[in-house]
């Protein structure tokens, strides 16, 4: 028999029981447009990356934040190269 389990599962997802946001709306601060982008609890509770909108592909600056329920907190600015 085949043993799945991990102790350090937690550790090394504290997000990953199923309960944490894995999209997000956001409005693109060059156009105004709506966007939905994917979101991923298991790369931590603080991240900041940089993504192109879907509408007028200029790239922000996203800072997700992840709260103890699993809820995200998403900010997203104009990348200034």
Same mark, same amino acid.
């Given at each position: 028999?085949?043993?799945?389990?991990? $102790? $350090?599962?937690?550790?090394?997802?504290?997000?990953?029981?199923?309960?944490a946001d894995t999209v997000g709306t956001v409005i693109c601060?060059?156009? @105004?447009?709506?966007?939905?982008?994917?979101?991923?609890? @298991?790369? @931590?509770?603080?991240?900041?990356?940089?993504?192109? !909108?879907?509408? !007028? !592909?200029?790239?922000?600056?996203?800072?997700?934040?992840?709260?103890?329920? @699993?809820?995200?907190?998403?900010?997203?600015?104009?990348?200034?190269?």
């Open positions: 028999m085949i043993d799945f389990f991990d $102790d $350090d599962l937690e550790e090394d997802f504290p997000l990953g029981d199923g309960t601060p060059y156009c @105004g447009e709506q966007n939905t982008i994917a979101l991923d609890p @298991g790369s @931590g509770d603080d991240q900041d990356y940089v993504e192109d !909108c879907q509408v !007028c !592909c200029q790239p922000w600056r996203v800072h997700v934040r992840y709260g103890q329920q @699993g809820e995200a907190s998403i900010v997203v600015e104009p990348e200034l190269s």
